[in-house]
């Protein structure tokens, strides 16, 4: 939980207040999943000092406690070695706190082993000069993350403050998201819900799976917009923000993503039905399709809406010009009108829906 503040926090600093929930993990720990700094990033703060619990320096494996104040002070901004690069990107929405983007499938976030260049920070650097290190010369701004053939809206932080809010309002869920997934096979139920812990498979460190040894807990609703032979569009919502999470509960359905090559089994070649045609996706069928949470600075509640990408758009025409509507309803048609018209919708209350 942050602390409400004080006119005494010097500029870039982070106070945190140890709620009830927290209460008992290692500081370490604790800093890590609130700054979006890894372990040892937190660590070599600790052991430079810059970490203070109720006044006093902080030991790594200090467990905190409720009610515990928590400093955590920054090194000055380092140089990074990521050169910005123009790489276009579709912006909604930007202040001097946070920048809403529309992100393209095949672009990777943030730079990673095999993937050095060509990232979406590489273009945030380019687009926002003056980013820094903000939440980590590596993943400067970033608070959460899209797969790279993943589309649809992702939020970064412009500053120190908007980082530290955003990261709490994810670990609190307090940020609502929901997905468009088009998968295989005609899912019965009109809604449902899957509660099944994920972890990293052993077999495999790059995949995620519900047969594993450390799994978390992880929750996901979804409810059908649309039908058609051998496809069924969802409206995603994950309570829980896992890896892979998405793919991997639809996946243990028994209804991958369309396009899905890691997660679609045998099928994993993404092919479905539309009439007496076949249907081939390049790419996992999966939209970032709504994203709502509180400004960092005025508090106002916002709500995002990503036009649905042409490559999805396309496939979904050609299965509507097989059967018409199939079982759409009137008020799915409207949702589904929006999401193609509209690139901000302030006034949607997800929690309603």
Sequence with gaps: MKDPGSEDHKPGELHYLVSASD?????DTFLSSLSQLSRSQVQRLIEKGRVWVNEKPGKKDHKVKAGEAVVLS??????????PEAIPLMVLFEDESIIVLNKEPGIVVHPAPGHLSGTLVHALL????DLGAIGGILRPGIVHRLDKETSGLLVAAKSQEAHQSLSLQFKSRKV???????VLGKVSLDRGEVEVPIGRCLGDRKK???????????????????????????E??????????IRVHLAHLGHPILGDQVYGGRRKAGRGRAGGGEILA????????HLSFLHPKSGEYLTFTAPIPSDLEGILEALRSTMGEGDVGEEDWGV???GRSSARAREMDLESR
């Design 176 to 182: 609502k998201k929901q997905y468009l997934a088009l």
């Design 236 to 245: 995603v919502t994950p309570e829980t923000g896992r890896t892979h999470q």
């Design 208 to 234: 995620m799976g519900v047969r594993t040894g450390k799994a978390r807990a992880a929750v996901t609703r979804y409810r059908v917009l649309e039908r058609f032979p051998g496809l069924t569009l969802l």
């Design 336 to 338: 589904l009108s929006e």
């Design 23 to 27: 209460s008992h993990q290692r500081l």
């Design 126 to 129: 380019h687009h926002c000069p």
């Design 74 to 83: 920054p090194l000055p901004d380092q140089p990074s070695d990521l050169c």
């Design 282 to 289: 390049k790419r996992q069928m999966l939209h970032a399709w």
